[in-house]
Structure formats: structure tokens, C-alpha cells
């Protein structure tokens, strides 16, 4: 076979072309040039000590933005799903209970998860934007005896920063493992993995980390240890799971680390420089700060809203996919609708890390003002 039958498609014969977007949705966020620069310096082998070492930077970057000192604490190659499958699949096994806390979308995809790889999955469902009182959830627990609970703690589907003191201490208590999804909200929300007793937490890199899409942090304290490496059966992915990727990231105490999988080389480099960044604020660690919408009608609660992502009850008789659209048109900002069970409600509005500036909320809520005087009002 000498000569290609298919010829070379136009489209690679052109250079690449990406455009400049204000990233205002709840994710992506657009990632400042230091962490581009990171991203961009040259490929080093993915077993080279070098590359240990940056990786030992990044589990104490973890350890630091987690706020704990667990040593089985990694990042997973793979985006935020990598995490919620990393998480399922290492510590439940075929027919065991889980009890998922449903009030968007994410508690609804960890329940898939679940489902899929052959747990016994219990639902506790709240309309989007509610929240579940530790009381319903101890109640819930006594009666489906699950070796888990999951709680999106922000709810970036329905804006909502779910409480979480106390629940690790219920969980304790029930013998079951407390597994907190921070994928919107590190970074942008307090959390404090060892001191509210959270056995798993996981996080996403491209949110309030404004780094590019592709990493995801996460930590097992000793308790969920204890469970995923005493299993009966082997986790149903190789890829995750965390007998190879414990030892790839050096906390399974052996000498060596043996090839497993080629890591994101760049895109470890970028996380790194990301939580070098998170390091640097000496003020606290959870920096972005609430830029809130007022004069728009809030979705969740002002008390419980995630500072990260704003969810605003699209404007009455207006078509909120129209006013994006033009928001995108003539302002080049990204926003979005809702996601699953708040599609059709919400508009959304994230304000990340980086991005987190007055000037930007002014240029967002300019472009919102923009819209509504030049969408027409279609439903009214
Ligand atoms: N959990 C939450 C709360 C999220 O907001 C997201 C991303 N929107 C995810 C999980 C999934 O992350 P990814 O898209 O990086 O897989």
C-alpha cells in the first residue's frame, strides 16, 4: 500500500483558529497566562523524576486547597467525571447501598455511576435549588443503611452551596462514607476535608482553579482506605483504579512507581501553577468572592447561593436561549442555561477565580441589560 486513498481533509490544510470568549458560564473559566505559560513548556516524560516531583508539588497543592492532610491524595488524568467514577468505582462494590442527595444535576449523574457498575442506589430528591436538613439525611441513611452518601456541596445546576458541618459526624456514626463533590465550589467556597470528617472529596481543575479542562484532584482519608482496598472484587475500570493510580502518585509506600497510564504532562503543569497561585493568596484560600446579581431575581436562597455560579430566574416572557445567543453575539461573553432539571429555569452566570472582578460583573450585567432591551419578549 503506497499511495492514501482519502485525501487530506481542507479543514487541516487551515490554521487553527480560536476565538477570545469572556468565559462567564459556570465552566470553563478562562485561564490566566501564568497557567497557560505553565501548560506550554516543554513535554518532559511522564515517568521522569522530574515529573515525581511536580507531581508531589500537586498533592500538596491538593492537600492545601482540600485543607487535609490525607496522604492518599492525587489528580486524576481525566475531567471532573474522571473523579465522580474514580470515587464510585474504588469504594462501593456490585449490590452494596448508596444513598445519592439529588437536587440537580450532579447527584443524578453519581447515581447513573452508581448504577452502572451494579450498585444498590437510594435517591433523596429536592427540587433544584433546596437543600437537605441533617435530619433528613441521618433519617435517610438509618433507613437505607448505604456504604455511602453523596452530596454535591456546589450545586453548580442550580447555584446552591450545600451545607455540610455535621454530616461527616452523622455518616461516622452510621458506618457509611461521606463523598462531597467541590467540582464549582473549590476554591470559590470554604471547604475543610478533615475537620468536616469528609472521607472523599473531589474537585475539577477548570472552574474556580482556572486552569484548563483535564485534571481532577482527589483525596480518600483512611476510613474510605480501609474500604477500597479491602475489596472483594476488583473495581470495574482499570484506567481508575487506585491499587495503580495510589502507586503512580506515590502513596502506596512502595519504592517504585510502574507504569500505569501516561499522565496529562501539560496539563499537570498547568494544575500545578494554578495551586501555586491558590498558595500565594495569603488572605485565606477560598478567594473568589460573591458578586452578587441584586438586581436580578436569585434562584437559590442568597444564603446558600454558590458564590462561584449564579443561577438567575430567566426574565419573564423572555426566551433565555434568544439572550444568550445575543449575549454571545455582541458581547462575546459565554453564559448559560440551566443543566438538567434546571433547564428551562436559570440562566447561569460564573464569575471564577480569575474572572472573579467587579469590572467583570459590571461587563455581565451590562451585557444582560444590553439583552433585554434588544430580545424581544416572545412568551408574554
Ligand atoms: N460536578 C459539578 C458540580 C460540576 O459543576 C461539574 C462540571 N460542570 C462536574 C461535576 C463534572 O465535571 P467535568 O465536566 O469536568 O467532567
Redesign the pocket.
Known amino acids: 500500500m503506497s499511495s492514501v486513498t482519502i485525501p487530506p481533509p481542507a479543514c487541516m490544510l487551515r490554521p487553527l483558529e480560536v476565538p477570545l470568549r469572556y468565559l462567564f458560564g459556570?465552566?470553563p473559566s478562562n485561564v490566566p497566562p501564568r497557567i497557560l505559560a505553565a501548560g506550554s513548556r516543554p513535554i518532559i516524560g511522564h515517568l521522569h523524576p522530574e515529573m515525581y516531583e511536580i507531581m508531589n508539588d500537586i498533592k500538596k497543592g491538593i492537600q492545601y486547597a482540600f485543607q487535609t492532610e490525607n496522604n492518599m491524595t492525587i489528580a486524576m488524568s481525566g475531567?471532573?467525571?474522571a473523579a465522580?467514577e474514580c470515587a464510585v468505582f474504588n469504594t462501593v462494590e456490585p449490590g452494596e447501598s448508596v444513598l445519592i442527595a439529588i437536587n440537580g444535576i450532579?447527584g443524578e449523574r453519581v447515581a447513573e455511576i452508581a448504577e452502572r457498575m451494579g450498585a444498590n442506589v437510594h435517591r433523596m430528591v429536592k427540587t433544584p435549588g433546596r437543600y437537605f436538613t441533617n435530619t433528613e439525611i441521618e433519617q435517610a441513611i438509618k433507613k437505607h443503611k448505604p456504604v455511602l452518601l453523596f452530596l454535591?456541596h456546589?450545586?453548580?445546576s442550580a447555584g446552591l452551596c450545600h451545607p455540610v458541618d455535621g454530616i461527616g459526624d452523622i455518616c461516622r456514626k452510621h458506618d457509611c462514607l461521606f463523598l462531597v463533590?467541590t467540582?464549582?465550589s473549590l476554591g470559590a467556597a470554604p471547604i475543610f476535608m478533615d475537620k468536616q470528617n469528609i472521607d472523599i472529596l473531589y474537585s475539577?481543575s477548570?472552574k474556580a482553579l482556572n486552569a484548563p479542562?483535564g485534571t481532577?484532584p482527589i483525596s480518600f482519608n483512611d476510613r474510605a482506605c480501609h474500604k477500597m482496598f479491602n475489596r472483594k472484587t476488583k473495581p470495574v475500570s482499570y484506567l481508575f483504579d487506585m491499587t495503580h493510580l495510589s502507586n503512580y502518585w506515590g502513596c502506596d509506600g512502595k519504592p517504585a512507581r510502574v507504569y500505569h497510564h501516561t499522565g496529562p504532562v501539560s496539563g499537570f503543569f498547568a494544575l500545578r501553577e494554578s495551586l501555586a497561585i491558590l498558595a500565594e493568596r495569603v488572605k485565606g484560600y477560598f478567594p473568589t468572592s460573591s458578586v452578587t446579581f441584586l438586581n436580578k431575581k436569585s434562584f437559590s436562597s442568597l444564603d446558600l447561593r454558590l458564590p462561584s455560579v449564579t443561577t438567575i430566574a430567566i426574565p419573564e416572557g423572555y426566551d433565555w436561549r434568544e439572550m444568550l445567543t445575543y449575549i454571545m453575539k455582541h458581547h462575546c461573553i459565554e453564559m448559560t442555561g440551566g443543566l438538567g432539571p434546571s433547564i428551562g429555569m436559570v440562566m447561569r452566570i460564573g464569575l471564577m477565580g480569575y474572572n472573579c472582578e467587579k469590572t467583570n460583573a459590571d461587563m455581565a450585567l451590562h451585557a444582560l441589560a444590553d439583552a433585554l432591551k434588544n430580545c424581544k419578549k416572545s412568551k408574554a
Do not use: R
Open positions: 459556570p465552566g475531567s471532573g467525571h465522580m450532579w454535591a456546589g450545586e453548580s463533590d467540582v464549582a475539577g477548570q479542562p481532577a
